[in-house]
Antibody, heavy 118, light 107 residues
Framework: QVQLVQSGAEVKKPGASVRVSCEASGYSFSGYYVHWVRQAPGQGPEWMGW????????NYAQKFQGRVTMTRDPSISTAYMELARLRSDDTAVYYCVRESRTWALDYWGQGTLVTVSS | EIVLTQSPGTLSLSPGERATLSCRAS??????LAWYQQKPGQAPRLLIY???SRATGIPDRFSGSGSGTDFTLTISRLEPEDFAVYYCQQYGSSPRTFGQGTKVEIK
């Protein structure tokens, strides 16, 4: 079965960077885009961008341009999201999500809580 | 950026009742709209894609309709496990945006 397993919770200080990993299994990793979506406490989801695991191409939401970097390692079926210059309002649960053949987001990771606090 | 406005913010209903949720887009997204269900402490779950197609394993009491700018998610008879928050999302243009959610709570 399709699974996306993310790395564990992180606590970071303002100004630091965080990298979240997402290991895929149960399908061909290179065949489906991986998106990153975050959700701040009590808020709705917020789309951050996607990566094409096959060729590595990316598309980031303008809000995160210059601060986010999405990469992948096809040899271990893992995608990564790194967010730099963290602020307190970056505190959120970060999800990796597979894009289906019909472009909706069909399989979600369990989420990684990133807390930014001094 | 396309803004999605969901209404109502909260829907208070009893099990067995019909739920009708609305999602309005600030500009046309054609049929590139999905609905997700989220329960506390869980990731969202895909219910509907392409405005009206049910995702794998989704019961037929869930249905979606609409195109362009106005969309509806209908739950024909609420089951206890359907009380949750529902989000719409458009994927017709970048950035892909979500609505702010409708909470369906037990009356």
């Amino acid at each position: 079965q399709v699974q996306l397993v993310q790395s564990g919770a992180e606590v970071k200080k303002p100004g630091a960077s965080v990298r979240v990993s997402c290991e895929a299994s149960g399908y061909s990793f290179s065949g489906y885009y991986v998106h990153w979506v975050r959700q701040a406490p009590g808020q709705g989801p917020e789309w951050m961008g996607w990566i094409n695991p096959d060729r590595g191409g990316t598309n980031y939401a303008q809000k995160f341009q210059g601060r986010v970097t999405m990469t992948r390692d096809p040899s271990i079926s893992t995608a990564y999201m790194e967010l730099a210059r963290l602020r307190s309002d970056d505190t959120a649960v970060y999800y990796c999500v597979r894009e289906s053949r019909t472009w909706a987001l069909d399989y979600w990771g369990q989420g990684t809580l990133v807390t930014v606090s001094s | 950026e396309i803004v999605l406005t969901q209404s109502p913010g909260t829907l208070s209903l009893s099990p067995g009742e019909r739920a009708t949720l609305s999602c309005r887009a600030s500009q046309s997204v054609s049929s590139y709209l999905a609905w997700y269900q989220q329960k506390p402490g869980q990731a969202p779950r895909l219910l509907i894609y392409g405005a009206s197609s049910r995702a794998t394993g989704i019961p037929d009491r869930f249905s979606g309709s609409g195109s362009g700018t106005d969309f509806t998610l209908t739950i024909s008879r609420l089951e206890p496990e359907d009380f949750a928050v529902y989000y719409c999302q458009q994927y017709g243009s970048s950035p892909r945006t979500f609505g702010q959610g409708t909470k369906v709570e037990i009356k």
